[in-house]
């Protein structure tokens, strides 16, 4: 599945990974030197295997962090957003029914990739839970969304262009 993001956001997950790879490589350094400075005393034994839990917790980190790169998707800031279909770089004005509550209300939402999302501004990323049930839906249609406080029913009422300056 792939995993839609901003540049920037990528940029800093390719980040991550070298500082890792780095960490890694100083972990199994720092192994080493245990392994060959051990005198048989439980102090020197215990850095080992403290180092040696480390290292693969950090080699799942670092595998974990490669797949996830290997899936991302890099949305460029400037792509167009249709108005047929929800999806990302878009507006999504919906009305929104609580079922608990009974409330309703208008609301508008922006999407985007990760790495994009301002919650101040309504912008979310594709994927979370609140706006992720809209995507590839039209005007008219309908979702049931679950949130903590229960169920939200949706109904798209338009859908814009989000321009990536907004």
Not at 126 to 132: A, C, E, F, R, S
Request: aromatic share 6%; charged share 25%.
């Amino acid at each position: 599945m792939k995993i839609f993001v901003t540049k920037e956001y990528f940029d800093k997950s390719q980040r991550k990974v070298r500082e890792l790879q780095e960490r890694l490589a100083q972990i199994r350094s720092d192994k080493t030197a245990a392994y060959t400075e051990d005198t048989n005393t439980w102090h020197d034994n215990f850095a080992y295997e403290h180092l040696t839990r480390e290292e693969k917790q950090t080699e799942k980190l670092v595998a974990d962090l490669l797949a996830d790169l290997d899936n991302m998707l890099v949305v460029p800031r400037n792509k167009p957003a249709t108005t047929e279909t929800v999806g990302l770089y878009c507006w999504v004005c919906v009305t929104q029914e609580n079922e608990t509550t009974g409330a309703e209300t208008k609301c508008r939402l922006g999407i985007v990739p990760l790495g994009a999302e301002d919650i101040s501004q309504q912008k979310y990323a594709y994927n979370m839970p609140l706006v992720h049930p809209l995507v590839g839906l039209s005007v008219g249609d309908e979702t049931t969304v679950r949130v903590p406080s229960g169920e939200i029913h949706m109904i798209i009422q338009t859908i814009e262009p989000l321009q990536p300056q907004e």
